[in-house]
């Protein structure tokens, strides 16, 4: 994988997290208390969130943060926060911030952490295991926001490693039988193998198109140690979004 599409795999596992975090006000509360205490010279410790609110720097992946289900999703929720306070004058703006129900407030408070949380693909070297850990408690669920397409994924890895997928999540014979397609032709065959509908588009088994609707390349995934590897997950639509999300994501 080269350190390009890693930074690019990273962004958008990041914008993922982003969208479950910014609707799970009490992870988000977790991880930001946790992220200021840490912080202190009593417990100095890397914090999975930087509490000086500098927002992650993605600009360089952002042809591949437009148009997703994720963007949709911090969309939809950003047009319900309260935000008519911010226009007023000091103190005004605080007093009034301060007046809304805390409904309103626990709202701002996930928002405004997704904001300024890291970034990391899961095998990073150094990563956070913290991170990791908001991650799964927010049920951030890659799969089901990004699939790999020729764009994004396979027209950026060798040949070798699509053939190599493909035998592992499909079948050997699949691949083999595919082994001398040109490598455009290839990725957006595999585009198509590798999301909802694979048995029906390419006629591969309804096994292998579960596997292959759920498969994400290694580190992307935010999962415990127990579950099962990637590429053999069972539970192709998990209902872990909250009903208005889900709805904008569909």
């Not at 193998?193 to 096994?207: K, S, Y």
Request: net charge negative; with cysteine.
């Amino acid at each position: 994988m080269s350190n390009s599409l890693s930074a690019d795999l990273s962004a958008i596992r990041h914008q993922n997290l982003q969208a479950h975090l910014a609707s799970d006000y009490k992870t988000a509360f977790d991880a930001m208390l946790y992220s200021m205490i840490v912080r202190l010279p009593i417990a100095y410790a890397a914090a999975p969130i930087d509490i000086s609110m500098r927002q992650a720097e993605v600009f360089k992946s952002r042809e591949y943060l437009e148009d997703t289900v994720a963007v949709a999703m911090l969309e939809e929720i950003k047009s319900t926060l309260d935000l008519s306070w911010i226009s007023l004058e000091s103190p005004q703006d605080f007093i009034t911030m301060s007046a809304l129900p805390m409904e309103k407030k626990q709202a701002l408070f996930a928002w405004a952490t997704v904001q300024a949380v890291q970034q990391q693909l899961a095998n990073d070297d150094h990563s956070s295991p913290v991170l990791e850990e908001i991650g799964r408690r927010c049920s951030t669920d890659v799969a089901y926001c990004w699939r790999p397409d020729a764009k994004n994924y396979w027209s950026r890895v060798p040949k070798k490693h699509a053939l190599s997928i493909a035998a592992e999540v499909i079948g050997q014979k699949w691949a083999d039988e595919r082994r001398d397609f040109k490598k455009d032709a290839l990725a957006a065959l595999m585009e198509t193998a590798f999301r909802e509908g694979a048995d029906e588009r390419v006629g591969i088994d309804p096994e292998s198109a579960k596997r292959t609707a759920r498969w994400l390349p290694e580190g992307m995934a935010f999962e415990s140690s127990d579950e099962q590897p990637q590429g053999v997950v069972e539970n192709p639509e998990p209902d872990v979004l909250p009903a208005f999300l889900k709805a904008a994501a569909e």
